[in-house]
């Protein structure tokens, strides 16, 4: 094999792999909130699941991205509000889709390992946490917090919140430059050491 990079397909292909996984849950959404194969409601911690999936599926979406364009990615954390707010910089490193991508990756983990209680907070210290959803029906732009050791679920109207969220992010990560700095063009082969 010559030392020239292969053209990657991975980003179309994990942009098409987000989407399915929003489908999915969007398909699943039901009066009550998610809903399951027989018509029943999901548990909390399937909910969690579900979610977990479209951010881990985002994360795959991120780093091809980040390939495509040469861009460094690490992939230590697996929380995609860091890896989003890495790959920006710091000029965006508090922009409002990390802040809330990194609020829904904290909710995700309260519904899948606490059965929706939530157990983490904010900041360290502190005594409530930011969910990733709006609060009421009415207030669809923004997020809340809940304290420590109350439950937290959400509806079916916050999870086509959430669903649309997720697309547009998607969306948005492919059509434009997610990094401040430029990709450094690629020579066909890797650069000797002097």
Do not use: K
């Amino acid at each position: 094999m010559s030392g020239r990079r292969r053209p990657s397909t991975g980003t179309p292909a994990a942009h098409a792999a987000l989407r399915r996984g929003i489908a999915f849950v969007s398909a699943r959404i039901g009066c009550g909130g998610l809903v399951g194969r027989h018509g029943s409601a999901c548990s909390v911690r399937v909910v969690g699941n579900m979610l977990a999936e479209i951010d881990r599926l985002l994360v795959v979406l991120i780093s091809e991205v980040a390939r495509d364009r040469d861009l460094p990615f690490t992939g230590r954390s697996r929380d995609p509000g860091v890896i989003l707010s890495a790959l920006r910089g710091p000029r965006h490193s508090a922009s409002p889709d990390g802040t809330r991508l990194r609020a829904l990756y904290r909710s995700t983990s309260c519904l899948r390992r606490d059965d929706g209680v939530v157990t983490r907070v904010d900041r360290r210290g502190g005594r409530s946490m930011t969910v990733g959803w709006p609060r009421v029906e009415t207030d669809i732009a923004r997020t809340h917090t809940a304290a420590l050791g109350s439950s937290i679920l959400p509806s079916a109207v916050q999870l086509i919140d959430v669903c649309a969220f997720y697309d547009r992010l998607g969306r948005e990560i492919v059509a434009t430059d997610i990094a401040v700095r430029p990709a450094r063009p690629f020579h066909g082969h890797a650069p000797h050491p002097v």
